[in-house]
């Protein structure tokens, strides 16, 4: 079973310049997570779908982050315009769709603003 | 609102040596859950061990094994006869129950050195 596929696994730009980062969940599940994770830091949730749906985008920061699942699978999350501080790692992750279960990680995309 | 505190940055320890990390959580729910997740230098957190506040009883798998305390709100981490393939960073999470929210640590990085 294929797991949580992220792409680019790594980005580079220059501040105020757009960024987007691709995630394709497992197979199956329909609640997809985005977190953001800082140097030395653990995961921050952004936002949780529940298929196509945005049921949890409180710490999403919404003047310059946003995102979409339009087929309740794949998702897009997009930076405009980047700032410096956005330097991190952005992880999806996917689970089933009951509470409490286990999610499944991908391999993260790193990105640097310059 | 839940915490969780890895009080051990990080760690050393030659190989076949036993480690134990430390979890301490603060929770006000009377029913929660507590995750490990290991992220190796590749990335991905991967799923350790589910546990719900209900079950007290100490777990193995293999190499791996869990104390579980809930007098002392810990849930701590043993690997058995490290190996330098462990070596990674390691969280501990706890989540209320009926929620999807993971509240991670800082997590804890263990080198283990052949």
């Known amino acids: 079973e294929a797991g949580v596929v992220q792409s680019p696994r790594y980005k580079i730009i220059e501040k105020k310049q757009p960024v987007a980062f691709w995630c394709n969940p497992i197979?199956?599940?329909?609640?997809l997570y985005w977190y953001l994770q800082n140097l030395g830091q653990g995961p921050e949730l952004l936002i949780r779908y529940e298929n196509e749906e945005a049921v949890d985008d409180s710490q999403l920061p919404k003047d310059r982050f946003s995102a979409e699942r339009l087929k309740g699978v794949d998702s897009t999350l997009k930076i405009q315009p980047a700032e410096l501080g956005d330097s991190a790692v952005y992880l999806c992750?996917?689970?089933?769709?009951?509470?409490?279960?286990?999610?499944?990680f991908g391999p993260g995309t790193r990105l640097t603003v310059l | 609102a839940q915490k969780v505190t890895q009080a051990q940055t990080e760690i050393s320890v030659v190989e076949k040596e036993d480690v134990t990390l430390d979890c301490v959580y603060e929770t006000r729910d009377t029913t929660y859950y507590l995750f490990w997740y290991k992220q190796p230098p590749s990335g991905e957190l991967v799923f350790l061990i589910r546990r719900n506040s209900f079950d007290e009883q100490n777990e193995i798998s293999g190499r791996y094994s869990w104390n579980f305390q809930k007098s002392t709100s810990s849930f701590n981490f043993t690997i058995t006869a490290s190996q330098v393939v462990d070596s990674a960073v390691y969280f501990c999470a706890p989540q209320r129950a009926g929620s999807y929210q993971l509240t991670f640590g800082k997590g804890t990085k263990l080198s283990v050195i052949p």
């Open positions: 992750a996917s689970s089933l769709g009951d509470t409490n279960n286990e999610q499944f």
């Open positions: 197979s199956g599940h329909n609640t």
